[in-house]
């Protein structure tokens, strides 16, 4: 983006062993801002014909952004290992927009003019996480191990769009808040048939909702008076073309069976998988 730009950011990276390292904990946390300006003007005149033209703009936008992720993996005994991976990540955004063009003809003593100002906001987050516990059955690399993992997230947002042509304002705004969640589990057996080949076989399901909106409403405005706005031919009307609801929901189970062989170099793998949703 273009403008004059401020950012600023911060991290922090934690490790950690507990319980004669049966213990183990990491972590991460990173945050970011920026603010970033930006104004042009531009002059036209024409000497071929009664008209000049003038344009202003300016924006300026601003971003906040946090992220966290964490691993925490518990080893109980030689058997057996439980790993836990959260996460989390949030973000804030607003900008301001505003531009003004003007079309002059002094011999005429008439100008036309138009005008445009934005207002946004918007909001968001992310928050998720797999658990998975791992069992060892014998020596030999036979391993069971059961996962479950889920996410959840949702974002809103706010803009205000007023537009002037001349003597009519036009004042639009639009509400967007969208919510999504998913969560699944699935269970994996691990066979070796020797040193160097190995088979898998797990199950799976997954369960995903979403949801969203947007509502748009505008008003219509005639003349001022006076330096005040009379009153709005048109107050929140809502715009069906610029509106919507959604929801969706959707599972899905499955299975597959997969092969590995490596002996030393190269190395192969294939997979089948089944999968029914709806």
């Not at 319980?19 to 603010?35: A, K, M, W």
């Not at 005149?45 to 202003?56: F, H, K, Q, S, W």
């Amino acid at each position: 983006q273009n403008g004059v730009a401020k950012s600023n950011g911060l991290g922090v990276n934690y490790n950690d062993a507990l319980f004669d390292d049966r213990l183990e904990i990491q972590g991460s946390y990173f945050f970011n801002s920026t603010d970033t300006h930006q104004e042009d003007s531009t002059f036209s005149d024409y000497l071929t014909i009664d008209r000049r033209t003038e344009a202003y703009s300016r924006s300026d936008t601003k971003n906040l952004n946090h992220s966290m992720n964490m691993l925490i993996r518990f080893t109980p005994g030689d058997n057996d290992q439980i790993v836990f991976r959260p996460r989390f990540s949030a973000q804030r955004n607003s900008s301001t927009s505003s531009s003004r063009n003007y079309t002059i003809s002094p011999l005429a003593r008439d100008t036309a003019s138009t005008s445009n100002e934005t207002i946004s906001r918007g909001d968001g987050y992310n928050v998720g996480g797999n658990l998975t516990w791992l069992h060892k059955l014998n020596d030999k690399g036979r391993v069971l191990s059961l996962g479950f993992n889920g996410t959840l997230s949702g974002s809103g947002s706010n803009s205000d769009d007023l537009r002037t042509i001349n003597a009519t304002y036009v004042d639009q705004n639009a509400t967007n808040e969208t919510n999504n969640y998913n969560y699944g589990a699935d269970v994996t057996w691990t066979e070796p048939i020797n040193e160097n080949m190995q088979l898998t076989a797990s199950l799976n399901m997954r369960n995903n909702h979403s949801e969203s909106e947007r509502v748009t409403t505008y008003d219509q405005m005639g003349d001022m008076m006076n330096g005040r706005r009379l009153d709005p031919i048109v107050r929140d009307s809502i715009d069906a073309n610029l509106s919507n609801t959604f929801i969706s929901d959707y599972k899905t189970q499955g299975a597959n069976v997969g092969y590995r062989f490596h002996n030393h170099k190269p190395e192969w793998k294939g997979r089948l998988e089944v999968q029914a949703g709806g």
